[in-house]
């Protein structure tokens, strides 16, 4: 009887490493409006990020992004344990690259050291030094605009530190590739031992069930399969990084006599499937995750599109005008924190709501979107005996108050006795 054809997650799994590793590689070129989908910008201290900029002074909004990315990855490892690993892991997907790559030259791998002509293992290494290369400014293009990193490159006018920067990612990057690779899953990486400590009795795991263990030939083909060279067959073990290839190697392999593979992956270890995802620790976790992302939306689309900071001028003091009112040098510090450019202007007025000239360049402020500008502007205001409360108000084309912020004058005559 001909064997029916077994259904193997191998594909799959390669093609979700592709889909990752090119969303990675695409996401610093994508924008929206004229903000990165995703840029930590440090010169201005600005994260970009789905097409809106927080600056520095929004860093509570960065606070619960965190936090929200920190819960979910709790969750994520409760609920799918190792599974990151195997499938997801920028480690995994270059040690599969590497080792793609040199089987593609004719190397073999033996004990992971690779053997083969001299000529093919210098190859490789040229190939595994571009990768490497690629790699480090992938990770840059998050920190610095591919679109100013290209052409600062071809015109030789990169910054020393990004070059630095570059250079520093792009050397561990090639000896792990070179050297490492899975020696550092097996050895190193502390996720696997995090793993252990989180894991439920929900958590997906990947094993050969004990039930099933008497129809095993030990054919010792998931042994040969395993990248981290495990035996499955003998239970939980730190190393397995959940990928599946033993899971593969199994179903050809019975697939051929035609019965089912004897390794699969299951929520837990008793066989309630999908139900064992509902105990008390997911659920909280999940909650919580919900709880803090919802905070994050809702904080973000509250926020205001501009800010304005106002202070008086530590270096010039107040002025008595011939007219007998005084002048008061102000520094004010206004942001646009919007994807599109804006043109502002800024007012102020009297806590009885009484207009007061301002001088300076107040009027038909161009911002672009995500930048922030310091202007140096002076307040003109009747002189009082009494400690008093501006108001500065910061207006768009069409007269509507986006932003407004106090400043507090002093008696000019107990100033200026």
């Given at each position: 009887?001909?064997?029916?054809?077994?259904?193997?997650?191998?594909p799959w799994r390669q093609a979700f490493q592709w889909l990752t590793s090119l969303a990675l590689l695409a996401i610093p070129f994508i924008r929206i409006g004229h903000s990165s989908l995703l840029r930590l910008d440090l010169p201005s201290q600005t994260l970009h990020i789905g097409g809106g900029i927080l600056?520095?002074?929004?860093?509570?909004?960065?606070l619960l992004l965190?936090?929200?990315?920190?819960?979910?990855?709790?969750?994520?490892?409760?609920?799918?344990?190792?599974?990151?690993?195997?499938?997801?892991?920028?480690?995994?997907?270059l040690s599969d690259l590497t080792e793609g790559l040199a089987r593609l030259l004719g190397l073999r791998l033996s004990g992971g050291k690779l053997v083969g002509a001299v000529w093919r293992k210098g190859l490789l290494q040229l190939l595994l030094g571009s990768l490497a290369l690629l790699v480090g400014a992938n990770l840059l293009w998050y920190f610095v605009s591919p679109y100013r990193f290209f052409p600062e490159l071809?015109?030789?006018?990169?910054?020393?530190?990004?070059?630095?920067?570059?250079?520093?990612?792009?050397?561990?990057?090639?000896?792990?590739?070179?050297?490492l690779r899975r020696l550092f899953c097996r050895e190193f990486c502390p996720y696997g031992r995090f793993q252990t400590v989180l894991v439920d009795s929900g958590t997906l795991t990947l094993r050969m069930a004990p039930e099933e263990a008497h129809r095993c030939i030990a054919c010792g083909a998931c042994v040969r399969s395993c990248p981290m060279e495990i035996d499955i067959r003998r239970g939980f073990q730190v190393e397995c990084i959940n990928c599946g290839r033993c899971l593969d190697a199994c179903r050809e392999v019975m697939a051929r006599r035609t019965e089912t593979g004897l390794i699969r992956y299951s929520f837990g270890s008793d066989g309630r499937g999908f139900r064992a995802l509902l105990n008390p620790r997911i659920l909280l976790m999940t909650t919580a995750v919900l709880i803090m992302t919802g905070s994050l939306v809702i904080a973000v689309i509250a926020r205001p599109l501009t800010s304005l900071k106002l202070a008086r001028s530590a270096t010039v003091e107040p002025r008595r005008l011939e007219d007998g009112r005084i002048a008061t040098f102000l520094t004010a510090?206004?942001?646009?924190?919007?994807?599109?450019?804006?043109?502002?202007?800024?007012?102020?007025?009297?806590?009885?709501?009484?207009?007061?000239?301002?001088r300076g360049a107040v009027t038909g402020i161009r911002l672009p979107a995500g930048e922030r500008r310091r202007l140096e502007v002076v307040l003109v205001a009747p002189e009082s005996s009494e400690r008093r409360e501006v108001l500065c108000l910061l207006r768009d084309e069409q007269g509507q108050q986006l932003a407004a912020s106090p400043v507090f004058l002093e008696p000019f005559a107990q100033r200026h006795p």
């Open positions: 009887m001909e064997s029916s054809r077994p259904h193997l997650l191998g600056h520095i002074e929004e860093l509570y909004l960065f965190c936090l929200a990315l920190l819960l979910l990855f709790l969750l994520a490892t409760l609920v799918l344990g190792r599974v990151w690993c195997g499938w997801a892991c920028p480690q995994t997907t071809w015109a030789g006018t990169l910054a020393t530190p990004v070059v630095l920067s570059w250079m520093t990612i792009t050397l561990p990057v090639y000896l792990d590739m070179a050297l510090v206004i942001g646009n924190r919007s994807g599109d450019p804006m043109v502002l202007s800024l007012n102020a007025q009297g806590s009885d709501g009484s207009a007061l000239e301002l």
